[in-house]
């Protein structure tokens, strides 16, 4: 029989690809009755244009507590992650604690929740890279192993979690709250002056995004890549919002020294909101990117992505024809970006489910499992 409590969920967001996930759940949760919501931050990014912009323009509503955990090796972020998150649970005692993506935030509280026999709700579940020197690898490995909700965005998702023998009545096929965010903000951000205020034409620059460690950590791979980057600047404006650490390391590497003699054409601004971003990516002739989400975003915004890495953990975003892996050797860079940039016409297709309404899906079936 169903209980008249509701039931309390405790959401978790702590780095800047979270909060456009968190977003439309924690409006699907504060439109039922019969849920309990409450958010946590856990301090994972924390500068302004990394954090607090991103809850202002999805709306995201104010956490009930902020863990402040900031930067750290891996080891140390996760471990203060849980023993700030610990004691939260214990108070509040939830029926569900849910967590998104594949950051330390993610693996730290999903820990926590199942060392205390709360069951754990996995939004993003069973993407896979197979390249377990990446950390968000064994984040996603680890949260799905210990979780009670799967909730997957892609078919892929649904044959590794087979293939790694969980339970079929775990797993659910809901879609991507990443792209409900996109569908509710894609007409306000397609209003905003970005490119005006960048000095950009439509169609006539490529946008960029680069903060994988295993491309922006170490100056020889990233000169490597970065020569790439140089060239087609010259032939295109390539305008880059870094990432702080990313900017650190090229602070680092001296490309901002001598005026910027290394940067050859391409355009490094800060991060951009939200809203910016999208408007900066839908209207660009193409994407460079080594983000897990872009390659999803360009894909409903049918703008061809080149994705700078060997593997993808989405690679439905390849399969309906909008992605490209196209690694970090620079020449085989070149020849994609000439082929894309040349083509008069770009199509792809949709991938199931990516309709913006994967958050109401979600919300519905933890009503009628947990209530
Ligand atoms: C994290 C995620 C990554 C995600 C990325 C998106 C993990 C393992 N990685 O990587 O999957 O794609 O977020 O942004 O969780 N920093 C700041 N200000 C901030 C946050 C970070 O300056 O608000 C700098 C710090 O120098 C910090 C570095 O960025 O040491 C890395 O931050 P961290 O949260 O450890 O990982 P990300 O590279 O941001």
Not at 8 to 36: W, Y
Not at 95 to 101: E, K, P, Q, R, T
Not at 233 to 254: I, S, W, Y
Not at 339 to 358: L, S
Request: with cysteine; aromatic share 6%.
């Amino acid at each position: 029989m169903a209980s008249d409590q509701p039931i309390r969920i405790i959401s978790v967001a702590g780095a800047r690809p979270n909060f456009m996930k968190i977003a439309p759940l924690a409006r699907a949760f504060a439109a039922r009755d019969a849920l309990a919501p409450m958010l946590v931050h856990t301090g994972q990014h924390y500068d302004e244009r990394m954090s607090r912009l991103f809850f202002e323009e999805l709306g995201i509503p104010r956490p009930d507590v902020n863990l402040e955990v900031g930067s750290a090796s891996h080891a140390v972020q996760t471990a203060e992650i849980m023993k700030r998150f610990e004691p939260i649970v214990v108070d509040n005692r939830p029926d569900c604690v849910l967590v998104v993506g594949d950051v330390n935030s993610t693996i730290a509280c999903a820990l926590v929740a199942a060392k205390l026999g709360v069951p754990v709700a996995h939004v993003e579940a069973g993407l896979r890279s197979f390249d377990r020197t990446m950390p968000e690898e064994i984040n996603r490995l680890l949260t799905d192993a210990i979780s009670d909700f799967l909730f997957v965005t892609e078919p892929s998702g649904l044959a590794n979690l087979k293939a790694e023998g969980v339970p079929d009545a775990k797993v659910h096929f809901v879609g991507n709250v990443m792209i409900d965010t996109l569908l509710a903000n894609l007409e306000k951000a397609r209003a905003g002056r970005t490119l005006e205020d960048l000095g950009l034409e439509p169609r006539a620059y490529v946008a960029m995004t680069l903060h994988r460690p295993a491309n922006v950590d170490d100056p020889a791979v990233f000169e490597r890549l970065f020569g790439a980057i140089r060239q087609i600047a010259d032939d295109l404006p390539v305008v880059f919002p870094a990432h702080p650490r990313t900017r650190q390391n090229m602070e680092r590497f001296g490309y901002f020294a001598e005026g910027g003699r290394r940067m050859g054409n391409v355009r490094v601004i800060e991060p951009l909101g939200y809203l910016d971003f999208l408007r900066l990516m839908a209207e660009a002739r193409l994407v460079l990117t080594d983000s897990g989400g872009i390659q999803e975003e360009t894909t409903i915004l049918k703008v061809p992505c080149l994705t700078l890495r060997e593997n993808t953990e989405r690679p439905v975003t390849v399969d309906v024809g909008c992605n490209q892996i196209v690694g970090t050797d620079p020449d085989r860079i070149l020849a994609a970006y000439r082929k894309v940039a040349g083509a008069e016409t770009f199509t792809c297709g949709t991938p199931e489910k990516w309709d913006g309404r994967a958050a109401e899906r979600i919300a519905d079936i933890l009503v009628e499992r947990l209530g």
